[in-house]
Every structure is written in structure tokens, then in C-alpha cells.
């Protein structure tokens, strides 16, 4: 019994040093991308921040909607522009849903817009992800807790 509530400890502890530490890794890979975004570097400041956007960073959601409205290291393409504006907006940040209908107004072809918007929401917002941790974090306490074999079939 001891031992179970040590790997339960050691679990929560990991858990909370993880998140510490990617805050840290985003700070710091947000500031390499803003260095080369500065230097006009635009494909290199892309690369990063679509990392970032794809765990669910909303300043690089951003970031990216706006270097497809200017056309800075991908083609201009307001549809795309869009569907990153709509997970940005799930940031809660004021104004960020006023430029969303702004850019929807502006795409040629809304209804493609809004299937390109669900289709990135599905893949990368707020509820996705946090749905993707919280299994990754029952499969990590039910292996630690000694429910897996070495085999994926006693894990869920």
C-alpha cells in the first residue's frame, strides 16, 4: 500500500514538473519564433509557431492567422486565416472573436471556411486536447498503479 501511494506521489509530482517545464519550452520556442519573425525569416517563425498552435498555444494560433492574411512565409489565404483565428479565439482574449467574423466575411467561400474551422477545432481546440491528456494521463496512472502487463490490452 505504501508503495502504491510513492508511485502516486512520484505521478502527481511528474505530472506538475512537466507542465512547469513546457510552459518554459513554449516561452522560450514563442521568443525563437518572435526572433525570426523580427528577421523577416518568416518560414523558420512558421514552422515554430505552427508547432506551438497544433498543442493548443492560442498566441501562435494567432500568429499564424495573421501571417496568412499577410501572405508572410505561407500563401495568403483567408480561409486558413480564419480556421486559426477560430482556435485562437478560444483563448477568451477580447477582441479575437470580432477579428474571426471579420476574416469569415472577407473569405470567398464561408461555408468552406466554417468546414475548415470545425475540421481544425476537432484536431486542435480546447476540448480535443484536453480530451487527448486526460487519456494519456489514465494511461499513465492505470500503468502505474500497475494495471498494465507490458501489454496495451490491459491499459484503456
Same mark, same amino acid.
Given at each position: 500500500? /505504501?508503495?502504491? =501511494?510513492? =508511485? !502516486?506521489?512520484a @505521478? !502527481?509530482? @511528474?505530472?506538475?514538473q512537466a507542465t512547469t517545464l513546457l510552459a518554459n519550452d513554449i516561452k522560450e520556442r514563442r521568443a525563437d519564433a518572435a526572433e525570426y519573425y523580427s528577421e523577416r525569416n518568416f518560414n523558420k517563425a512558421y514552422k515554430i509557431y505552427f508547432s506551438l498552435a497544433k498543442i493548443g498555444d492560442h498566441y501562435s494560433q494567432n500568429k499564424i492567422s495573421q501571417m496568412y492574411v499577410s501572405g508572410e512565409g505561407v500563401e495568403t489565404d483567408l480561409t486558413e486565416a480564419y480556421a486559426w483565428s477560430v482556435l485562437a479565439?478560444? @483563448?477568451?482574449v477580447a477582441g479575437m472573436t470580432? &477579428? @474571426?467574423? !471579420? =476574416?469569415l466575411q472577407k473569405t470567398e467561400d464561408k461555408a468552406k471556411a466554417? &468546414? /475548415?474551422a470545425k475540421k481544425f477545432l476537432n484536431k486542435y481546440g480546447k476540448q480535443t486536447l484536453a480530451e487527448k491528456t486526460a487519456s494519456k494521463e489514465k494511461y &499513465?496512472?492505470?500503468?502505474a498503479m500497475g494495471g498494465c502487463t507490458g501489454s496495451k490490452l490491459g491499459c484503456s
Open positions: 500500500m /505504501r508503495f502504491t =501511494l510513492i =508511485l !502516486v506521489f @505521478s !502527481v509530482f @511528474s505530472m506538475f479565439a478560444e @483563448s477568451g470580432e &477579428k @474571426s467574423d !471579420v =476574416l466554417d &468546414k /475548415r &499513465k496512472a492505470n500503468h
